[in-house]
């Protein structure tokens, strides 16, 4: 190689990156978001399902057989 300064920053990074995937690194607990727009979500929701209620085709009428 011919910058060795190169070497010892490649080699450190691909140490840092190699074991920060291993079990026992340290691990930052995640806080649950609040669920600011459920109410919002829910209501949308309920909206929707009534309109496709109501703009959906009636089923078909069985086909009749011939005995």
Do not use: K, W, Y
């Amino acid at each position: 190689m011919e910058q060795p300064t190169g070497f010892v920053v490649a080699i450190d990074a691909v140490t840092r990156h190699v074991n920060s995937a291993r079990p026992d690194a340290p691990v930052r607990a995640e806080r649950p978001r609040a669920a600011r727009l459920a109410p919002t979500r829910l209501a949308a929701a309920g909206a929707l399902r009534r309109l496709a209620d109501r703009i959906q085709p009636p089923p078909l009428p069985a086909p009749r057989r011939c005995s």
